[in-house]
């Protein structure tokens, strides 16, 4: 998965789909699930002595959301997009959105196999 902890997404599909960018706070099981904040918010009803909450009552958590119902939120387009992946001249591979064509981050150190410059 091309989505990692930190991107800004957009919920496109689902009860919470909306047009505004949330962040992604975790990554779950290798990229197909992800807990993004303020989406997808249940409540957990917890027992007297919980270490969350010591008086008891409900908690309210965020639960993870299937990968494919959202998309990456490019700041410099100001749309949601799709992520590609690119080697850069000295070989690491990138992320890079695929309607501006900025690049998003390195993904991968380089490799003198993939340096087009030598």
Same mark, same amino acid.
């Given at each position: =998965? /091309?989505?990692?902890?930190?991107? $800004? &997404? &957009? ?13 992604? #706070? $975790? &990554? ?5 699930? =992800?807990? &993004? ?6 409540? /957990?009803?917890? /027992? ?6 010591? +008086?008891?009552?409900?908690?309210? =958590? @965020? ?7 959202? =998309?990456?939120?490019? !700041?410099?387009? +100001? ?6 992946? *690119?080697? #850069? @001249? @000295? ?10 064509? #900025?690049?998003?981050? #390195?993904?991968?150190?380089? *490799? !003198?196999?993939?340096?087009? +410059? /030598?």
């Amino acid at each position: =998965m /091309k989505i990692k902890k930190g991107d $800004q &997404v &957009v919920v496109i599909t689902g009860e919470n789909a909306s047009s505004t960018p949330h962040l992604v #706070t $975790q &990554v779950l099981k290798g990229g197909q699930k =992800m807990v &993004v904040q303020g989406v997808n918010q249940v409540y /957990k009803h917890v /027992k007297r002595g919980h270490p969350k909450s010591p +008086s008891g009552g409900r908690l309210q =958590m @965020e639960m993870p959301i299937q990968s494919s119902n959202v =998309m990456y939120y490019c !700041e410099s387009c +100001s749309k949601p997009a799709r992520l590609g992946l *690119r080697y #850069t @001249e @000295e070989g690491s591979k990138e992320r890079f959105c695929k309607k501006c064509g #900025t690049a998003c981050g #390195t993904i991968s150190p380089p *490799r !003198e196999k993939y340096a087009t +410059s /030598k």
